[in-house]
C-alpha cells in the first residue's frame, strides 16, 4: 500500500499549523517538521495529506505483552502488579544506541502485526488481571491521538495508564497527553546539549521541561530512568549535575534509575557498562539528596531495592522483577518508624513477579 492509500484510511491528526505556502507543520515534538503533501516526518508515523496530518498507525501494533510494572522501570507505582504493555511503530529521536530499533526504527508496517481498538486493549487488560496499560516500545507521544482514546478507554473501566517516554514533546500536546497519564518514566538520555544533538539528533531543553511540568503541573507519578554509556554520559560531573538538578527542581523523592548500556544498533563500539559505574552513580545520586536511586539490566539486589529513607529499613525487597519483601503498611508508611515511601501503594503489594506473558487482542 502506498502512502496516499495509507494517508486515505489514516486517523485525523491534533497539533499542526498550515504554513500556507504548501507546507503543513506537525506541532507535536520540538522537530516541526515541515511537510508537504505525501511527505512523512521524522518520526515516520505522522504525515501532511496536503490539508492537515494524518496519524498511520492508530489502532495498529507490534505486539502485546503482560510485563511486570517493574520492567518499565517503575518502583513506586503499584508494586508487583501486571501491566499491558504495547507500542506501535517510529520515533522521534534517532538514538544511535536504542535497545528497541526492532520497533522505533520500523519503516515496514507489516511489523504492526496486530490490530485493536482503543476498547479492545482496555478489555483485554481487564481479562488478563491488569492493573494498568503501559504505551511503551515506541515514544507514545508519536501517536498521540491513539493513546489519548486508549487511555480513556482504560479509564472507562477502571484500568490505570503509564507513559514510557522520552519526553520530547511540545508544550500544547504535553498538557493534554498527560491529562489521561497516570504515571510516567521518562527516560533523561543525558544531561548536556552535545549528546542529545550528536546521539540523538534532539534536545534536552525540552525534555527539562517536561520533567518540570510533570512535578509542577500534574498528579502524575513519574520516574527517571538515564542508560548510562560508556565515555558519552557516565563522567562524575556529568552524574553530579543530572542528580543535583532532579534534587533541586524536581525534588528528593523523585525516583532515578540508572541502567547498564549493552552494545546496539548503531552503537556497537561500546562496551557494556560495568555494574560499578551503576553503583557509583546510585551512591552520587544518594548523596546529591534523591531518596530513591536505582540500578538496572543487571542482577543487583541490594541496589534495586527500597529502602526508608528516615531509618534504612527494607522496604521494598527486588531480585529482578521479582518482590522478595514488602515492609510497607496500609498507608504506605514504614513499618519500622512511620516514614511515608513516596509513591502509588496499596495495602498489599501484587503478585505477579517475573513473568512476560504475550497477548493477542482481535481485531
Not at 73 to 78: D, I, Q
Request: some cysteine; proline content about 5%; hydrophobic content about 35%.
Amino acid at each position: 500500500m502506498d502512502l496516499q492509500e495509507t494517508l486515505a484510511g489514516a486517523h485525523p491528526g491534533r497539533f499542526w499549523t498550515d504554513l500556507g505556502d504548501g507546507r503543513i507543520r506537525c506541532d507535536v515534538c520540538p522537530r516541526h517538521c515541515k511537510l508537504h503533501a505525501g511527505q512523512r516526518g521524522l518520526c515516520f508515523v505522522r504525515a501532511s495529506d496536503g490539508q492537515s496530518i494524518r496519524l498511520t498507525t492508530y489502532g495498529r501494533s507490534s505486539g502485546f505483552c503482560v510485563d511486570p510494572v517493574e520492567k518499565k522501570p517503575l518502583n513506586h507505582f503499584l508494586p508487583g502488579t501486571p501491566i499491558l504493555s504495547f507500542g506501535t511503530a517510529g520515533c522521534n529521536l534517532t538514538c544511535a544506541f536504542c535497545q528497541n530499533w526492532g520497533i522505533s526504527k520500523a519503516r515496514e508496517f507489516d511489523r504492526l502485526s496486530d490490530r485493536a481498538s482503543p476498547e479492545a486493549i482496555a478489555e483485554a487488560a481487564m481479562r488478563a488481571g491488569c492493573r494498568s496499560v503501559a504505551f511503551t516500545y515506541n515514544d507514545p507521544v508519536i501517536f498521540h491521538e491513539y493513546a489519548v482514546d486508549v487511555a480513556q478507554a482504560c479509564h472507562a473501566l477502571g484500568v490505570h495508564t503509564v507513559a514510557v517516554t522520552a519526553g520530547y514533546v511540545c508544550a500544547e500536546p504535553r498538557v493534554e497527553f498527560y491529562r489521561h497519564m497516570d504515571a510516567a518514566n521518562v527516560d533523561l538520555k543525558a544531561f548536556t546539549e552535545a549528546f542529545y544533538r550528536k546521539i540523538c539528533t534532539g534536545a534536552l531543553e525540552p525534555v527539562k521541561e517536561t520533567l518540570v511540568y510533570l512535578k509542577r503541573e500534574t498528579n502524575v507519578w513519574f520516574e527517571i530512568t538515564t542508560l548510562l554509556i560508556p565515555g558519552e554520559n557516565d563522567s562524575e560531573a556529568e552524574l553530579e549535575e543530572l542528580t543535583s538538578w532532579v534534587a533541586g527542581e524536581l525534588g528528593a523523592d523523585v525516583p532515578v534509575h540508572f541502567s547498564a548500556f549493552h552494545p546496539d544498533w548503531k552503537m556497537t563500539d561500546k562496551p557494556h557498562t560495568p555494574p560499578a559505574t551503576l553503583r557509583r552513580a546510585r551512591e552520587i545520586a544518594r548523596r546529591n539528596g534523591l531518596r530513591y536511586a536505582y540500578v538496572g539490566n543487571v542482577h543487583d539486589p541490594e541496589y534495586d531495592s527500597t529502602y526508608c529513607h528516615a531509618c534504612g529499613e527494607l522496604l521494598i525487597g527486588r531480585d529482578w522483577y521479582q518482590l522478595s519483601s514488602w515492609n510497607l503498611d496500609a498507608e504506605g508508611r514504614c513499618r519500622r518508624c512511620g516514614a511515608r515511601c513516596a509513591g502509588v501503594f496499596e495495602a498489599r503489594p501484587g503478585s505477579w513477579g517475573r513473568r512476560r506473558m504475550p497477548v493477542r487482542i482481535a481485531a
